[in-house]
């Protein structure tokens, strides 16, 4: 009985330490368990209520450029942007050629608007900006353009040349550039040169003399080309810090006769800002351009202004007028500088213009459109040049910068096919209505159209369990097409339709951020639903939790 008990007391023991081991076992084995394995998390992304979103184009092939792009911010609102990552960022080099800029703090509205400048430059092109007011939380996605310097559009010439400099920076031969740009798309051309003279010293914007091995680029545009003037720096519509009245800080419409922009470095790559003396630049001026202060055709005697454009600020500056004469059979100007910069002639003077407001009559639910201001010659009344085309439109309204000197019509093209589908007609005296004036037009969108309901969302390149429904903009055009422009919709919550498509047709769905991200589908004989994916980087703050 006693050994029995002892041999009981025993096993007891036994069975206590081995349920203890096995407790033990349980514990850890419970701590190695995850509950969250595999469950991915969906979250709906959007670093800012307020938020635009742009491309950065190359002018001659309209694509998103595939290399850095240096961004700079600038306006009274830019202190509250925020980029895709969420950061607090005004100045920054973008990997690619796709813009999202947030804005924190309150809703801009039309009667209280968010004002900002939006300046980029990328290596091997000519510098550019854009002047954007957001009226809404989600507004238009926009584009610019970047001339590059050894692929030019139509209308647009470049040249470039070598010279030495002394070490104290001064030329040591004269050295002069000329650039042969097309007129219009016709066979004429203008003559435009850069003339510098030996001994001139030219130095940094820090003061110190560029020297050795030096190559300067010339660009050329012609203001009577419409693909150069889609691609002119700074848009029509620009700041003026300065104008030939006086006045300070004012939006307004330029009428480019010519524009020239020239840029001087080293191989150290020293870039030229200032000339010790002046620095010639001829000008050519396309014939029969309607100058509306003579209210007849530009002639020798008359006289242009002059404006020099800032592409660290996007800011345009009157420098002087320059008087126009004969050589040859061309008209010229000759405008002497000395700091390097944009130049543009122009028959308008920015001062006059004011923002007119156009509203849609008969726009389906969530179709794009595109605008077109096109401004008729006083002195031919069937020239009509387009001066602006907008990038894809939402909404029954948007405004354009207008003024009273010229003649315009603004035409409505269906994105997907480039065709006019409304009009407003042709008016002048466009700033006579005051800020309160609307003009509207009726559109008559194209018919027996399809529709594709998709989903956006993105996956995090590092592998992590998140799926991002973003609010960003899909662009969206026919495979094939070699349009210049693409429709555009936001998508809130990863959600929304690409409208106005044809049935049985094949299409291109796009997203950009930091890459292209695309999906090609057969639209069907009706309605469809169907998904996007794209890959978020690892810097973005949900991909990084």
């Not at 850890?28 to 969906?42: Q, R, S």
């Not at 830019?78 to 980029?83: E, K, L």
């Not at 010659?377 to 439109?393: C, I, P, Y």
């Not at 997907?416 to 509207?440: D, E, K, M, P, W």
Request: hydrophobic fraction near 40%; glycine fraction near 8%; aromatic fraction near 8%.
């Amino acid at each position: 009985m006693h050994q029995s008990a002892h041999v009981f007391s025993r096993n007891l023991l036994l069975l206590a330490i081995l349920g203890m081991v096995m407790g033990c076992q349980a514990i850890k084995d419970i701590g190695n368990v995850k509950p969250f394995d595999g469950i991915v998390y969906k979250l709906n992304y959007q670093p800012a209520k307020t938020q635009v979103q742009g491309l950065v184009l190359d002018a001659k092939t309209n694509e998103p450029l595939q290399i850095p792009i240096k961004v700079a911010i600038l306006g009274k609102d830019a202190g509250r942007t925020i980029t895709f990552a969420g950061k607090a960022q005004t100045v920054y080099t973008a990997p690619k050629g796709d813009l999202f800029i947030g804005l924190k703090g309150a809703e801009p509205t039309v009667s209280a608007p968010a004002e900002l400048r939006v300046v980029v430059n990328a290596d091997g092109y000519v510098a550019s900006s854009i002047n954007l007011t957001l009226t809404k939380s989600l507004n238009n996605p926009f584009t610019i353009r970047l001339v590059k310097l050894n692929a030019t559009p139509a209308g647009v010439a470049a040249q470039t040349a070598t010279a030495t400099a002394s070490t104290s920076g001064a030329l040591t031969t004269n050295k002069l550039i000329e650039v042969t740009v097309p007129a219009a798309a016709t066979a004429s051309t203008l003559p435009m040169s850069v003339s510098l003279s030996a001994n001139t010293v030219m130095k940094d914007d820090k003061g110190q003399p560029v020297k050795g091995s030096i190559t300067a680029s010339v660009v050329a545009y012609s203001g009577q080309s419409q693909d150069a003037l889609q691609t002119f720096p700074g848009g029509l519509s620009a700041p003026v810090v300065k104008n030939a009245q006086g006045a300070s800080n004012v939006i307004g419409r330029f009428a480019p006769v010519s524009f020239v922009f020239i840029e001087i470095r080293n191989s150290s790559g020293q870039v030229v800002s200032t000339f010790s003396q002046p620095v010639t630049v001829q000008m050519g001026i396309p014939s029969g351009v309607y100058n509306p202060q003579t209210k007849q055709a530009l002639k020798s005697g008359d006289e242009l202004e002059v404006y020099s454009y800032n592409e660290n600020t996007g800011d345009w500056t009157y420098e002087r007028n320059a008087s126009v004469r004969q050589q040859g059979s061309s008209l010229v100007a000759d405008v002497p500088i000395t700091h390097l910069s944009g130049y543009a002639l122009t028959t308008e003077r920015p001062a006059d213009g004011c923002s007119q407001v156009f509203k849609i009559a008969n726009l389906p639910a969530n179709y794009s459109y595109i605008a077109e201001l096109i401004v008729y010659d006083g002195a031919n009344q069937d020239h009509a040049l387009v001066l602006e085309r907008t990038g894809s439109l939402l909404g029954d309204q948007f405004a354009l910068t207008l003024d009273n000197s010229q003649r315009y019509e603004v035409a409505i093209l269906d994105p997907l096919s480039g065709t006019i589908i409304g009009r407003s007609g042709q008016f002048t005296n466009a700033c006579s209505g005051g800020a309160s004036a609307v003009s509207s037009i009726i559109i008559t969108p194209p018919t027996d159209r399809i529709n594709a309901h998709f989903t956006v969302k993105a996956v995090c390149e590092n592998g992590k369990n998140i799926e991002v429904y973003p609010t960003t903009t899909v662009y969206y055009q026919e495979a094939g097409s070699n349009s210049t422009d693409k429709a555009g919709v936001t998508f809130v919550d990863g959600k929304g339709t690409l409208t106005g498509l044809k049935p049985n047709t094949n299409y291109n769905a796009i997203v950009y951020y930091e890459g292209t991200f695309s999906e090609s589908f057969n639209s069907g004989p009706a309605d469809s639903d169907r998904t996007l994916m794209y890959v978020l980087k690892d810097n973005v703050s949900v991909c990084n939790q």
